[in-house]
């Protein structure tokens, strides 16, 4: 595979096709996730919480992370491109862009980010001048926390070309409209979780 797919798959899948593959990577990552404890508070946040919810939670949690920015996405398109604009494109391709974070699920095997964070706060919200972590366990969590990032940016190039080809669109027009649609996807989605975290928790 060439490393330019990485970025922009969407040439050769799209439609439903790539509508099936990104509800198998939403299945892979909300059952993995369960297992983890890999939650995604918002369309592109991730956070280890060490709580158990039931499977349902985060199956329903992809969904919102994926329809949301879907149809806020879609509506951007219409109003910018002067083509076409198949749903099934948009939604499609949106779905299959998740794909960075299955990986992200299966970090959250790793206990050391729950170790740093515990440590972290007992020293300096609880004081506690006795609290210790292993080298190792440091490394690990910073380690991880650098892959998240890479992740991160890799999810938002990958989105960004779905628009990008759904839509038609080019240059300024085309990044302008995506980052306001990000912006307001990361709010609506962050707004949804935490409504559905007091129904599940």
């Not at 799209?14 to 508070?41: N, Q």
């Not at 990986?103 to 790793?110: E, H, R, T």
């Not at 960004?160 to 995506?178: D, E, H, Q, T, W």
């Amino acid at each position: 595979m060439k490393p330019s797919k990485l970025f922009n798959p969407f040439e050769e899948i799209a439609g439903a096709k790539a509508l099936f593959f990104g509800f198998v990577v939403m299945l892979i990552t909300g059952l993995t996730g369960y297992f983890s404890f890999t939650h995604f508070p918002d369309m592109i946040s991730i956070k280890y919480i060490p709580e158990y919810l039931p499977l349902s939670y985060y199956f329903v949690q992809q969904v919102v992370i994926w329809l949301i920015p879907s149809l806020i996405f879609y509506v951007f398109a219409l109003i910018g491109s002067s083509s076409s604009v198949r749903v099934v494109d948009i939604f499609g391709t949106m779905a299959l862009a998740r794909f960075p974070y299955i990986i992200a699920a299966v970090l959250g095997f790793s206990g050391s980010m729950k170790r740093f964070g515990d440590y972290l706060m007992a020293l300096f919200m609880e004081h506690d001048t006795t609290a210790t972590i292993s080298t190792f366990d440091i490394v690990t969590a910073i380690v991880v926390m650098f892959l998240m990032l890479l992740l991160t940016v890799w999810l938002v190039a990958l989105m960004y070309n779905a628009f990008r080809i759904s839509s038609n669109l080019k240059g300024g027009k085309a990044v302008g409209l995506f980052i306001a649609g990000l912006f307001i996807s990361i709010i609506a989605t962050m707004l949804v979780n935490i409504w559905l975290y007091g129904l599940w928790a």
